[in-house]
């Protein structure tokens, strides 16, 4: 998985409340399930396509991006982990991502969500047909937002 220490513990642990959260929500898999924690969150890490998340702050930072949000994105584990999410969409875009995750917050889920997105070098890129999720924590608790996509196309 490339990350050292902490961080497959981290991953292990995170990859369990996205695909818990997901499924609980949408009724579908992720992921096809029946694997060991690690073994699931090596396929999520893997998978061809993009899943990121971010916390439940008031402004959200990235916590989770496996190896297709980060090719995407261009930015290593390190980095991506640090950046507000805001970030991922240029300013006037914004707006409409502020909408979509209130709706989510309200809704739990929406699949259908397309998006304007720019990579750390300014490679702008369009999302389709998104599904975004709150993530619940064992308790029920909102613990913050993920998305998922297989379609996007460089502009």
Do not use: C
Not at 52 to 81: C, I, K, M, Q
Not at 125 to 130: G, L, M, Q, S, T
């Amino acid at each position: 998985m490339e990350l050292p220490g902490d961080e497959n513990e981290y991953q292990v642990e995170h990859a369990a409340i996205l695909l818990r959260s997901f499924r609980m929500l949408t009724g579908s898999d992720l992921i096809p399930g029946g694997f060991e924690p690690s073994q699931e969150a090596k396929l999520l890490f893997e998978a061809p396509f993009f899943v990121a998340s971010h916390d439940g702050g008031e402004d959200p930072v990235l916590n989770y991006g496996n190896r297709t949000a980060l090719e995407l994105f261009e930015l290593p584990w390190e980095d991506f982990t640090k950046t507000p999410s805001r970030f991922t969409a240029e300013e006037p875009e914004r707006g409409e991502r502020e909408r979509l995750l209130e709706a989510v917050t309200r809704q739990g889920f929406i699949d259908d969500y397309s998006g304007i997105r720019i990579s750390k070098s300014g490679r702008r890129f369009e999302i389709r047909n998104a599904i975004v999720w709150n993530l619940l924590n064992e308790e029920g608790l909102k613990v913050g937002q993920a998305a998922t996509f297989e379609s996007w196309r460089y502009l």
